[in-house]
Nanobody, 125 residues
Framework: QVQLVESGGGLVQAGGSLRLSCAAS????????MGWFRQAPGKEREFVAA????????YYPGSVKGRFTLSRDISKNTLYLQMNSLKPEDTAVYYC??????????????????WGQGTQVTVSS
């Protein structure tokens, strides 16, 4: 089992920045990939970013590419999401996810088997 705890959410004005953190504990040695998804009210969960935990390859959708940057500290078992140039449409609950298998598609939520509780990000206009 892997436990994930997110932090760093909050309220920010459009154009501002936030840094989310996801601390992993438990059987983290088996982690293959980690990522972030978000879900706004009334919408489906949306892929935000993913990383091969030991290979460091990163994946982003076009909606956040160039604004969001994913990084990780293996020694701390922590994943970070630096979010710059935030827009009101980035408002959502952000969830950290982990997989102990090779995802067939990093953008699909069902390919991750561990999830955090989520952290709220609100961007005001």
């Amino acid at each position: 089992q892997v436990q994930l705890v997110e932090s760093g959410g909050g309220l920010v004005q459009a154009g501002g920045s936030l840094r989310l953190s996801c601390a992993a504990s438990g059987r983290t040695s088996s982690t293959y990939a980690m990522g972030w998804f978000r879900q706004a009210p009334g919408k489906e969960r949306e892929f935000v970013a993913a990383i091969k935990w030991y290979g460091a390859s990163t994946y982003y959708p076009g909606s956040v590419k160039g604004r969001f940057t994913l990084s990780r500290d293996i020694s701390k078992n922590t994943l970070y999401l630096q979010m710059n140039s935030l827009k009101p449409e980035d408002t959502a609950v952000y969830y950290c996810a982990a997989s102990n298998r090779v995802p067939s598609d990093y953008t699909i939520a069902t390919n991750y088997n561990y999830w955090g509780q989520g952290t709220q990000v609100t961007v005001s206009s």
